[in-house]
């Protein structure tokens, strides 16, 4: 298995520290994204543009939307996350989701 | 209880005209009114716009529902007020006087996102909030309209942490009911056109429609954060009456008369860029439509697309040539429903959000790459929008007028 490289940057139009993007290079089928974020406590919302849109929530209070079209990947962190903390909990998050995503098998 | 005119495209909150507006451009006409009139008479228009067309959109919700004690007519109050993304607004109060405690209010919560680290505000934002509380005390209680006058002391936007607004007898009791139903909007249009790639203009508008149709302000906040911005479900009563009474205001000041219709063309470009075009570098567009790829045809038909899901009217391309003109034609502006029923037989065509949308399309289109990473930062607006546009916009026929059709021309400049 490649390892990943992963490029997280914050999102256009962002508030604040709030919204990321998390780069992944490979497509990521869509179930093997919901299956391997429930292992990080993760659980599926239903997102009104489901299934083009993948949303999964924290208890943490974050969430993450996913683009299966597009492999687009958009963290949103929690607002009561305290501004100072946010750019560090982001590279965390994101951090957790590369290791996950190292075990997934890709397709092409 | 959300409807859509297919005739007109026009959107109905329990028969009450709507359209969705994001909170830069909330936050820009609201200052823009208080510029052209001074905050203290551009607060109290704000306030008695708010009670008024609440008060409509608060009788068509208990009309619809049948709710009928105090406590069910408050509770559908505060419950649609988040709904629709506005914060959360708990109302008591018996029929003289009540107060309001609000969270996350719309304005005053963007406000101080968007401004709060650089500037000391020193009044109160929610004038929205304030009117509505008013109007719901009114409809709980089956009071007239403007029986009661809200005031809010403390916003969020001064730096404390919730918003309290106090609720008592008018003492001037403003019987102005300057309200605009669904009948008179739907009267105010002529027969529907169809423009340049219609087919996908339509098929856009309509997973865009769907889609917001289940958006709604989050449990915890009442607030809607969706393409990056913070979307509102709003009276478009509130933003004609008052973009239209501020203008018949200044109306005997050429200077800020002039000014004040600049700067209404002006919150087209700041709906433009912000909303039109947070959707479209938005996850949710890429899921729904799919990534840009700069064609500057489909652009037009994206941007038009939006306007028609947002409410705005059932806009259409009339003509587009890449690089040199836009033509969009309209049988129905939101606009044009509060004129043609308080202003009528104006004398030029008046619809300056379209103007400004219009211009602010070909802005868009040209000037931004957007096969790159586009940031939608104040200091790109700047860029784009101030010293030297490179467009020209002229309204050349307005339902406003008696027109057919509102069209407006954008050229080079």
Known sequence: MKDQKLIIRKESSCFNNLKWRIFITQQIPHDQFISQLITLDYQEKIHPLYPKIIEMSHTEGHSIIFVPKTNRIQLKLNIDLEEHTRIEKASIIAQDIIEVFKTVKYQG | ?413
Not at chain 2, 122 to 142: H, I, K, W
Not at chain 2, 199 to 214: I, M, P, R, S, Y
Not at chain 2, 285 to 306: F, Q
Not at chain 2, 379 to 384: A, G, T, V
């Open chain 2, 1 to 413: 209880m959300r409807t859509i005119s297919k005739q007109t495209d026009f959107i109905y909150m329990a028969d009450t005209p709507v359209i969705y507006h994001c909170h830069h451009f909330n936050l820009f006409l609201d200052q823009t009114i208080d510029d052209a009139l001074g905050v203290e008479a551009g607060t109290r228009l704000k306030v008695q716009v708010a009670s008024t067309t609440a008060y409509q959109l608060l009788s068509n919700l208990v009309k619809a529902s049948g709710a009928e004690t105090v406590m069910e007519r408050l509770e559908l109050a505060s419950t649609y007020f988040s709904g629709m993304g506005h914060g959360k607004l708990a109302i008591t109060g018996n029929k003289e006087q009540g107060k309001a405690e609000g969270s996350y209010l719309h304005y005053g919560f963007t406000w101080s996102q968007k401004y709060g680290k650089r500037i000391n505000r020193l009044n109160p934002a929610d004038a929205f909030a304030t009117g509505f509380s008013a109007a719901a005390l009114e409809v709980a209680y089956d009071l007239e309209p403007g029986s009661l006058l809200a005031t809010e002391h403390e916003c969020i936007a001064q730096k404390v942490k919730n918003c309290h607004i106090d609720i008592n007898k008018n003492p001037s009791q403003n019987n102005d009911y300057n309200i605009v139903t669904r009948e008179d909007a739907e009267q105010s249009t002529s027969d529907a056109i169809e423009g340049q790639f219609e087919e996908t203009v339509t098929n856009v508008a309509k997973g865009l429609t769907d889609f917001t149709a289940a958006v709604g302000g989050d449990e915890e906040r009442g607030i809607v954060e969706a393409f990056g911005v913070y979307v509102t479900m709003h009276l478009s009563g509130y933003y004609n009456g008052i973009s239209y009474q501020a203008l018949n205001q200044c109306k005997d000041n050429p200077a800020i008369l002039q000014a004040l219709g600049e700067l209404l063309k002006e919150s087209g470009h700041v709906c433009v860029f912000n909303t039109f075009g947070g959707m479209l570098i938005s996850a949710e567009w890429e899921g729904l439509v799919g990534k840009p790829t700069g064609d500057p045809n489909d652009l037009i038909a994206y941007l038009t697309a939006i306007g028609r899901a947002l409410g705005f009217g059932k806009w259409c391309i009339k003509e587009f040539v890449a690089g040199e003109k836009f033509v969009l034609e309209t049988s129905s502006t939101y606009e044009n429903a509060y004129c043609n029923k308080y202003y009528k037989n104006q004398s030029h065509p008046s619809e300056y959000f379209v103007q400004g949308a219009a211009l602010a399309f070909m802005v868009l289109i040209h000037k931004l790459d957007w096969t790159q990473p586009i940031d939608l930062t104040p200091e790109l607006y700047d860029s784009l929008f101030k010293g030297g546009l490179g467009w020209k916009v002229e309204q050349t026929k307005g339902l406003s007028t008696n027109d057919e059709v509102t069209q407006v021309i954008v050229t080079k400049a």
